[in-house]
T-cell receptor, first 113, second 113 residues
Framework: GDSVTQTEGLVTVTEGLPVKLNCTYQ???????FFWYVQYLNEAPQVLLK?????KRTEHQGFHATLHKSSSSFHLQKSSAQLSDSALYYC???????????FGKGTSLTVIP | DAGVTQTPRHEVAEKGQTIILKCEPV?????LFWYRQTKIQGLELLSY????????DGGAFKDRFKAEMLNSSFSTLKIQPTEPKDSAVYLC???????????FGPGTRLTVL
């Protein structure tokens, strides 16, 4: 069946160092798009990145992700983490199926000085 | 343009009470979603409407949870009767079409005593 997997529940990184949040998926239906959502404390989730093109890098706010259909992945990366990046990150996928939107369980990122 | 609005922002209920949460989607959006958010489970889909038709009723949630879409600009989520394990943040989201980016409301934080 369809699913989105985020392997890390908690990630802690030192300010200025690179960070990578993993996202893989299983699919039955045709994909429409992939998303990374970010949720800051006491705020609603909001889209950080979205992509529907295989092997094309997408960037926003210093973060980037590339959809790789060959490995069923859409990992989120940043070369230099900032304290303000501390938040909850969700990977999500939309498709043409009956239930058309799947979220991963989320990764809580903490950036420390 | 107004985003997704949810009321109330906070709700405290006694065990066994009936509570109704309200959501107004972004004007013109055709899809509406209700989620429950907890630290352990992340985002769990409760209900999904497409053009006011119920597409997904949340499986395990459907015995005490009932979402309705009274018109294209207003939805309610009723929990009856409430239990302490229902304590969570309830998020409403809407999107323009199937598979498109979801826009989230600020959520309702429910505490059941």
């Amino acid at each position: 069946g369809d699913s989105v997997t985020q392997t890390e529940g908690l990630v802690t990184v030192t300010e200025g160092l690179p960070v990578k949040l993993n996202c893989t998926y299983q699919t039955t239906y045709l994909t429409i798009a992939f998303f990374w959502y970010v949720q800051y404390l006491n705020e609603a989730p909001q889209v950080l990145l979205k992509s529907s093109t295989d092997n094309k890098r997408t960037e926003h706010q210093g973060f980037h992700a590339t959809l790789h259909k060959s490995s069923s992945s859409f990992h989120l990366q940043k070369s230099s983490a900032q304290l303000s990046d501390s938040a909850l990150y969700y990977c999500a996928r939309s498709n043409t199926g009956y239930q058309n939107f799947y979220f991963g369980k989320g990764t809580s990122l903490t950036v420390i000085p | 343009d107004a985003g997704v609005t949810q009321t109330p922002r906070h709700e405290v209920a006694e065990k066994g009470q009936t509570i109704i949460l309200k959501c107004e989607p972004v004007s013109g959006h055709n899809d509406l979603f209700w989620y429950r958010q907890t630290k352990i489970q992340g985002l769990e889909l409760l209900s999904y409407f497409r053009s006011k038709s119920l597409m997904e009723d949340g499986g395990a949630f459907k015995d005490r949870f009932k979402a309705e879409m009274l018109n294209s600009s207003f939805s309610t989520l009723k929990i009856q009767p409430t239990e302490p394990k229902d304590s969570a943040v309830y998020l409403c989201a809407s999107s323009f079409r199937q598979g498109a980016e979801q826009f989230f409301g600020p959520g309702t934080r429910l505490t059941v005593l």
